[in-house]
């Protein structure tokens, strides 16, 4: 064979391999970039299943955890743009979006009861509660030590979801509630999933700072949660 063919053989080699992995950037998406799909088409569909039920009675403890859950969510929002800004890393992107739906389907609730909504701002890093004002604060300065410590504060986050939402799931009987917090608590559960992947290629690992650690390894062994829990 002579060197021309062998030349030609590697341009047709190079212009395929190179188109291959083009195609599977476009056709092959991470778990994470899926997940702001897979709730966004929760949420929609929630919001759909809810607007039929009556409206009830709200307890002070029911009404304080929506507008603890509002701001909440709005600081993984919040906490995960900053960190992409800082990592320049796609699963704080792609959580965040996630977050967003997150946030937006409270406020939804925080609506269709006539709650006043604590997010008087949309701004990143603005919060009417103090607490979630000083955790912003405390947890972007931790997650911009590394990319490790900043992956920690992802799984951080949601442990305290998780942990607030399996809380204020039993102080409610109200089905639309009820609903919405389940949909809030698979997500929290699979941005955790996705959190502890990114620590392990890293070298990493998660420690629980609000759940037991036995609930936390339950959750990593369990697999990406798809449509509404019942």
């Given amino acids: 064979m002579n060197k021309k ?7 047709v080699v190079v212009i395929t391999s190179a188109a291959t992995y083009a195609i599977l950037q476009k056709t092959t998406p991470e778990t994470e970039q899926n997940i702001n799909q897979v709730d966004a088409s929760d949420y929609i569909s929630a919001h ?13 403890k029911e ?3 929506l507008l603890i859950m509002r701001e909440e969510e709005k600081l993984a929002r919040d906490v995960y743009l900053t960190l ?8 704080f992107r792609n959580i965040a979006s996630s977050e967003q739906t997150h946030t937006d389907s ?4 925080i609506e269709r009861y006539d709650l006043t909504d604590p997010v008087t ?8 509660n103090q607490t979630f004002q000083d955790l912003y604060t405390s947890l972007v300065k931790q997650g911009e030590q590394s990319l490790v410590e900043a992956l920690k504060v992802g799984a951080t986050i949601e442990d305290l979801d998780i942990k607030d939402l399996q809380e204020f799931i039993k ?20 941005h955790m999933r996705s959190f502890d992947k990114q620590l392990s290629k890293n070298g990493a690992s998660y420690t629980a700072q609000y759940l ?14 798809k449509g509404q829990n019942k």
């Fill in 63 to 65: 009404k304080e955890a």
């Fill in 171 to 190: 102080e409610t009987d109200n089905e639309d509630i009820i609903t919405i917090y389940e949909n809030l608590l698979r997500g929290s559960r699979n």
């Fill in 84 to 91: 992409y800004d800082k990592w320049g890393v796609n699963i």
């Fill in 106 to 109: 409270v406020r939804y609730l």
């Fill in 212 to 225: 037991e650690q036995a609930e936390i390894n339950e959750i990593l062994a369990g697999s990406q949660e």
């Fill in 121 to 128: 701002n949309e701004s990143i890093g603005i919060f009417t």
């Fill in 5 to 11: 063919i062998l030349f030609i053989i590697l341009i």
């Fill in 48 to 60: 759909q299943e809810i607007s039929t039920l009556p409206l009830e009675n709200l307890t002070i």
